[in-house]
């Protein structure tokens, strides 16, 4: 019987749990890599070439070349490994949280200091439809 | 005989540290944070205790994915601070109190709560930016701290029924220890905040004010709370706050005394909570 998983119905939202985990775990060691200082000056010099070190799909090492946080997400990066990249990107939590909204680095900077984004509509997914 | 006389409650966002340790602690976004932890640091001072049992997660600085336990005791004499892809924070070292973190290992494991022993542990943004608002930017950090990792970044992380009970464990081995200590036990992480995709910046002030009351009044009832309410009520990363179950557990089963309570949104993308009860 598969394991129940209430998670999967909150919108914008993906759970790192240990299915994410297994898929993620050589994009998630790549970026682990990147807390030594002499692996963070090899990748810099040669990201594709550091990248292929690691058995990791085509797509996930696209991602990493792109900078696309959402999308390493969604291939089972997790937050808190990729803030390693962000950190060797120059990017802050913040900052790579906005790119993953859509919203411009000012725009989600106003959001937070206005209190942040509601929960309202924001808890099932189609919960804005339903209410119609 | 030991005995835990508070417990503290605080955000560990890292952005609160990184804008501490570049000066930036007086521009406007950032003084009420910092305003919110004045009266704290006056009470840590005349209410220093000999240790600290500081309830913690890692956030991929010393676990990696090559192990990932879900209870952590470091039983060490010295924690170094953690190079978390910015260079080591500018803070000192953290000392341990091995005696007293060994027993509390033996005791909490034979109470069936089998917590992975670590006697080298870098630790990162998640215990030292709690010790930096309460502490300010000291020499030495005022007591020994002995770091308490939990696991709330590989789902599922532990039940806050769990933690709870880890909580009360603890307490019953602090109260066993031989040494008459003054112990405090601080949880931390939260409050509302989702770091990742199009939902990332959820704050939720409503929900974090009434866990704030409920964990002061009736945490009992507060830890039956089941993981997805804290993802979906107050974010993916939210769920750090079944962490500041364990030190309510530790605390006395009397109504405790409620020394400070502050609240502020935002720090960077989380909404910062704080709490100090005293038992009495």
């Known amino acids: 019987m598969a394991l129940d998983k209430p998670y999967t119905d909150v919108p914008g939202t993906i759970i790192f749990d240990t299915d994410m985990a297994r898929q993620g775990y050589h994009l998630n060691q790549f970026c682990m890599s990147l807390m030594k200082a002499a692996n963070r000056e090899r990748f ?89 | 005989m030991a005995r835990v006389s508070a417990s503290v409650y605080s955000s560990h966002t890292p952005a609160i540290g990184a804008a501490l340790d570049l000066g930036k602690s007086t521009q406007d976004y950032w003084k009420p944070v910092f305003a919110g932890f004045d009266p704290s640091k006056a009470w840590l001072q005349q209410h220093t205790p000999d240790a600290i049992v500081l309830v913690y997660n890692d956030h991929a600085t010393s676990f990696s994915l090559e192990m990932v336990p879900t209870f952590a005791i470091g039983t060490a004499e010295r924690f170094e601070v953690a190079d978390e892809g910015w260079g080591p924070r500018p803070v000192p070292p953290v000392f341990g109190h091995p005696e007293l973190a060994a027993h509390i290992a033996q005791s909490v494991i034979q109470d069936d709560f089998d917590l992975t022993v670590v006697n080298r542990l870098d630790v990162d943004h998640g215990l030292t930016v709690p010790l930096s608002l309460m502490c300010g930017q000291p020499q030495a950090w005022p007591c020994p701290i002995i770091p308490f990792a939990v696991n709330v970044v590989l789902y599922p992380p532990p039940s806050g029924k769990r933690c709870y009970s880890l909580g009360k464990a603890i307490r019953k081995a602090i109260d066993s220890f031989d040494k008459n200590l003054n112990v405090q036990v601080w949880g931390t992480g939260g409050m509302s905040h989702q770091l990742q995709g199009p939902r990332a910046g959820l704050i939720n002030t409503e929900w974090d004010n009434a866990f704030l009351d409920r964990l002061i009044a009736d945490p009992e009832g507060l830890s039956a709370m089941p993981h997805i309410e804290y993802v979906r009520e107050a974010g993916s990363e939210g769920i750090e706050l079944v962490m500041w179950l364990i030190a309510r557990g530790a605390m006395s089963d009397k109504a405790p005394k409620v020394v400070h309570r502050f609240y502020h949104v935002p720090a960077s993308n989380t909404a910062v909570g704080h709490l100090i009860l005293e038992n009495q």
């Open chain 1, 44 to 132: 810099k010099a040669n990201e594709r070439a550091y990248l292929d070190e690691w058995p990791m799909t085509e797509e996930q090492k696209q991602a990493v070349l792109d900078r696309n946080y959402k999308r390493m997400l969604e291939l089972g990066g997790n937050i808190y490994f990729v803030s390693k990249l962000g950190a060797t990107s120059g990017h802050s939590f913040q900052h790579m949280a906005a790119t993953m909204t859509g919203l411009s680095q000012d725009e989600y900077l106003q959001m937070m200091i206005k209190g942040g984004r509601s929960p309202e509509g924001n808890r099932y997914v189609g919960e804005e439809k339903k209410r119609g």
